[in-house]
């Protein structure tokens, strides 16, 4: 989720402390040295990456397919969570505190779940039957019956629960704790917190990489990577991002051993290899990049922003690259990506007074 949305969308929740403690987080980041960020930038000023595929016509890499109405308010929604086995998508809607559920086979609403104030990270584990849910305003974790579509049970976490991955090997559930500057650690077999670790700073999305076995965390109030091994719970290496300020976002490309890391502080998209452990790319994304997700099959990367671009990458010729940018509508800054059928989701909180989701497809020529 992005910080400048962050200070100001919590009006409904308990946590006016913790309101005003990232309002004035905000301020401090924005009152840094433009000569620190101007030294920092011209540093690496090769690594950053301006080129695109082709000419297209920006406006037309995304194609609408259609847009469907969404129960509750004009409020803002935050991450989404797809369950390939079922075709269901879990939306979090954060301003509500409801937890949408969404088929999107017959492009209809199953449920809408509530009891979930300041909702904002959702994670399905298909083999589990279960959803996951960061309740940062009642400062817990929800567990929900993906079958029944009832919680089972509410895991007391930190501050501000947030993003989340899951180690399927130790059966593990790590949580970034974004304020609160530790991951917090769940036994998936008992549902319940059996570890903490300490960050050394504010934290961004948590993910875990398929192939290492590890798991990835942003450190946002650093400007590091930081990668944990689930089976010892602790920190085993720290990597700057040179380039980037306030990392946040972040998708694993586990083909190719890439992250791609958005930026929010000064709006950048670093590619990160987890192989070297380097930077090896940066792009400049525009206003506010957020939540991100990769289309395996097509090796298409979408970067969704608070200003309601999407930015457009494609993995060729082993490297990203950008092709453009693209409206996604108004506030599109939360997206996901279904690998069956290649449609883009984005849930926009107003449009004339009403939340929905918009459905779109990639063009043909991204294909």
């Given at each position: 989720?992005?910080?400048?949305?962050?200070?100001?969308?919590?009006?409904?929740?308990?946590?006016?402390?913790?309101?005003?403690?990232?309002?004035?987080?905000?301020?401090?980041?924005?009152?840094?040295?433009?000569?620190?960020?101007?030294?920092?930038?011209?540093?690496?000023?090769?690594?950053?990456?301006?080129?695109?595929?082709?000419?297209?016509?920006?406006?037309?890499?995304?194609?609408?397919?259609?847009?469907?109405?969404?129960?509750?308010?004009?409020?803002?929604?935050?991450?989404?969570?797809?369950?390939?086995?079922?075709?269901?998508?879990?939306?979090?809607?954060?301003?509500?505190?409801?937890?949408?559920?969404?088929?999107?086979?017959?492009?209809?609403?199953?449920?809408?779940?509530?009891?979930?104030?300041?909702?904002?990270?959702?994670?399905?584990?298909?083999?589990?039957?279960?959803?996951?849910?960061?309740?940062?305003?009642?400062?817990?974790?929800?567990?929900?019956?993906?079958?029944?579509?009832?919680?089972?049970?509410?895991?007391?976490?930190?501050?501000?629960?947030?993003?989340?991955?899951?180690?399927?090997?130790?059966?593990?559930?790590?949580?970034?704790?974004?304020?609160?500057?530790?991951e917090t650690v769940i036994d998936v077999r008992s549902n319940e917190?059996?570890?903490?670790?300490?960050?050394?700073?504010?934290?961004?999305?948590?993910?875990?990489?398929?192939?290492?076995?590890?798991?990835?965390?942003?450190?946002?109030?650093?400007?590091?990577?930081?990668?944990?091994?689930?089976?010892?719970?602790?920190?085993?290496?720290?990597?700057?991002?040179?380039?980037?300020?306030?990392?946040?976002?972040?998708?694993?490309?586990?083909?190719?051993?890439?992250?791609?890391?958005?930026?929010?502080?000064?709006?950048?998209?670093?590619?990160?290899?987890?192989?070297?452990?380097?930077?090896?790319?940066?792009?400049?994304?525009?206003?506010?990049?957020?939540?991100?997700a990769f289309d395996r099959e097509f090796q298409i990367l979408y970067?969704?922003?608070?200003?309601?671009?999407?930015?457009?990458?494609?993995?060729?010729?082993?490297?990203?690259?950008?092709?453009?940018?693209?409206?996604?509508?108004?506030?599109?800054?939360?997206?996901?990506?279904?690998?069956?059928?290649?449609?883009?989701?984005?849930?926009?909180?107003?449009?004339?007074?009403?939340?929905?989701?918009?459905?779109?497809?990639?063009?043909?020529?991204?294909?």
């Amino acid at each position: 989720m992005n910080r400048n949305a962050r200070a100001g969308r919590l009006p409904n929740s308990n946590n006016n402390s913790e309101i005003a403690e990232k309002t004035n987080n905000m301020k401090t980041i924005k009152a840094r040295s433009s000569l620190h960020f101007l030294v920092a930038v011209a540093a690496f000023l090769p690594l950053v990456c301006t080129h695109s595929l082709s000419a297209a016509d920006a406006g037309k890499l995304l194609v609408r397919v259609k847009d469907v109405p969404l129960p509750g308010g004009a409020t803002r929604f935050d991450y989404q969570s797809f369950d390939a086995t079922t075709g269901r998508l879990y939306l979090s809607h954060m301003g509500d505190g409801d937890v949408v559920v969404f088929d999107t086979e017959t492009d209809k609403v199953v449920a809408n779940l509530r009891g979930f104030p300041t909702v904002t990270g959702v994670l399905v584990v298909p083999t589990l039957k279960t959803l996951y849910a960061s309740v940062t305003g009642n400062h817990e974790i929800a567990v929900i019956d993906t079958e029944k579509l009832a919680v089972t049970k509410r895991i007391p976490d930190g501050k501000f629960p947030d993003g989340l991955a899951y180690s399927p090997e130790t059966r593990k559930l790590f949580i970034s704790d974004e304020s609160g500057g530790v991951e917090t650690v769940i036994d998936v077999r008992s549902n319940e917190r059996i570890d903490t670790i300490k960050m050394g700073g504010e934290i961004g999305n948590t993910q875990y990489d398929p192939v290492s076995h590890l798991v990835y965390a942003c450190v946002q109030t650093r400007n590091d990577f930081v990668e944990i091994n689930p089976e010892t719970d602790k920190i085993q290496a720290r990597y700057p991002l040179p380039g980037g300020e306030h990392p946040h976002g972040f998708s694993i490309d586990d083909e190719h051993s890439k992250a791609y890391i958005a930026c929010e502080g000064n709006n950048k998209l670093i590619v990160f290899n987890l192989k070297t452990h380097a930077v090896e790319a940066t792009f400049t994304v525009g206003s506010g990049p957020d939540v991100l997700a990769f289309d395996r099959e097509f090796q298409i990367l979408y970067v969704a922003r608070e200003s309601g671009v999407v930015s457009v990458f494609k993995y060729v010729d082993d490297q990203l690259r950008k092709i453009g940018d693209t409206d996604g509508g108004p506030n599109s800054h939360s997206v996901s990506v279904d690998p069956k059928t290649h449609r883009i989701f984005f849930p926009l909180k107003n449009v004339n007074g009403m939340p929905l989701l918009r459905i779109m497809a990639p063009a043909a020529e991204l294909n």
